[in-house]
């Protein structure tokens, strides 16, 4: 009932920046809250940022101060803002979203920070 796709990944040296973005489309009226997760290789996924339906967002300790989570209600996009990169946030991003009764994701984006 809820697709998402995720776009802005790529390449950048540590220090850098990037802004990723996630269209959601569906039945998005039955979203109650919406995130973004990433997978290192080897590693578990794990939670970077989440909001909720009222505007509450919440993150992960390593971006505290380096990533922003936002949305775009107008365009049903949902957007992370990603400033001072460093090697360890290299890592397959996802968007995901929550409803009352299923979790759905995005297919991935790739983010590799390296020199």
């Known amino acids: 009932q809820v697709q998402l796709v995720e776009s802005g990944g790529g390449s950048v040296q540590p220090g850098g920046s990037l802004r990723l973005s996630c269209a959601a489309s569906g039945s998005i009226a039955n979203i109650r809250s919406m995130g973004w997760y990433r997978q290192a290789p080897g590693k578990q996924r794990e939670m970077v940022a989440t909001?909720?339906?009222?505007?509450?967002?919440n993150y992960a300790d390593p971006v505290k101060g380096r990533f922003t989570i936002s949305r775009d209600n107008a365009k049903n996009t949902m957007y992370l803002q990603m400033t001072a990169l460093n090697p360890e946030d290299t890592a397959v991003y996802y968007c995901n979203g929550l409803t009352l009764n299923r979790i759905y994701w995005g297919q991935g984006t790739q983010v590799t920070v390296s020199s």
């Open positions: 909001s909720t339906i009222g505007g509450y967002t």
